[in-house]
């Protein structure tokens, strides 16, 4: 039932752990890049605290990790937790709402939040509390996937949403409403990737199939199991009829790094 799946302020990923880094096709070397920018963009070394603020299974941090920064991650999701975990030991990851985070005001050098804001109706009170936990000066990090479709996964959202079993995330709508909401608080939004990263991936097609079986796109987790399995059914014969049922899918990413940086005295009179 939905109310067990999406807790009041935020969405839960505990049933999707295990096939999370499946359905987020970003390649390992962009990964691997968006850390190192960081890195050199705020100087960081091993012993300059680093916070990936909603972690997940630790996509990002541990290509921080692996780049020697001193990243800690947290996340609300135990299970995500130990996803990222059994991915890559040797750096702190702990449980903690994004909305009460466990750490005293400027803690971090910096702080990355990807693909999160958008699951949270508290958004906002996210984003003051990562402000909070900055040192002065320090930066914010903000990472934007757009692609990741094909014309598969878009017959697939078309139907989820004709069939009245795809909802609105509960968080912010875009990044322009989070930009604004940051520029209100004097920080200064400038993207920092160099417009680098995009990428295709194929993909089988049994193989994306069965992720989809599984329901792994938390705006359709209010579907009944029946209701899910009508959608996959006349998915397979969409499909068909328009000529998709090919042996392998081309699936477009996309990836884009903002930096928010907040001048002296406005972080100095945060909380
Ligand atoms: C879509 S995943 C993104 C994970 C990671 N940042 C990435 O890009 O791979 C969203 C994550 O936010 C976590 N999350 C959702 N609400 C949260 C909250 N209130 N506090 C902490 N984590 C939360 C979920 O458990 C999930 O791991």
Redesign the pocket.
């Known amino acids: 039932m939905a109310s067990e799946i999406i807790a009041p302020?935020?969405?839960?990923?505990?049933r999707v752990?295990n096939l999370?880094e499946a359905t987020?096709m970003v390649p390992a070397d962009t990964l691997d890049n968006v850390a190192q920018i960081i890195r050199e963009d705020a100087r960081l070394n091993s012993s300059d605290p680093f916070l990936?603020?909603?972690?997940?299974?630790?996509?990002?941090s541990r290509h921080l990790y692996r780049n020697g920064v001193g990243v800690i991650g947290?996340?609300?999701?135990r299970a995500?937790l130990e996803q990222a975990r059994s991915i890559q030991e040797g750096f702190p990851l702990i449980q903690?709402?994004?909305?009460r985070l466990p750490f005293a005001s400027r803690t971090f050098r910096g702080v990355?939040?990807?693909?999160?804001l958008h699951?949270?109706e508290e958004w906002r009170t996210?984003l003051d509390e990562a402000i909070r936990v900055l040192q002065d000066d320090a930066p914010l990090y903000l990472?934007y996937?757009t692609g990741r479709r094909n014309p598969v996964q878009d017959i697939y959202f078309e139907l989820a949403t004709q069939r009245g079993i795809r909802h609105r995330h509960i968080g912010a709508d875009s990044k322009e409403e989070v930009f604004d909401y940051l520029r209100s608080l004097d920080g200064s939004v400038t993207r920092i990737d160099g417009g680098a990263f995009q990428w295709d991936i194929d993909i089988k097609t049994h193989r994306l199939l069965s992720l989809l079986d599984r329901n792994p796109f938390?705006q359709c987790w209010n579907a009944s199991e029946p209701d899910h399995a009508e959608l996959m059914k006349e998915l397979k014969k969409r499909m068909e009829e328009r000529g998709l049922a090919t042996p392998v899918q081309k699936i477009r990413g996309d990836f884009s790094l903002w930096k928010v940086s907040f001048h002296r005295a406005a972080k100095s009179g945060a909380k």
Do not use: C, P
């Open positions: 302020g935020y969405v839960s990923f505990d752990a999370y987020r990936d603020a909603g972690v997940g299974t630790g996509r990002f947290t996340d609300i999701s995500m903690a709402n994004l909305y990355l939040i990807v693909h999160i699951l949270l996210a990472g996937e938390s």
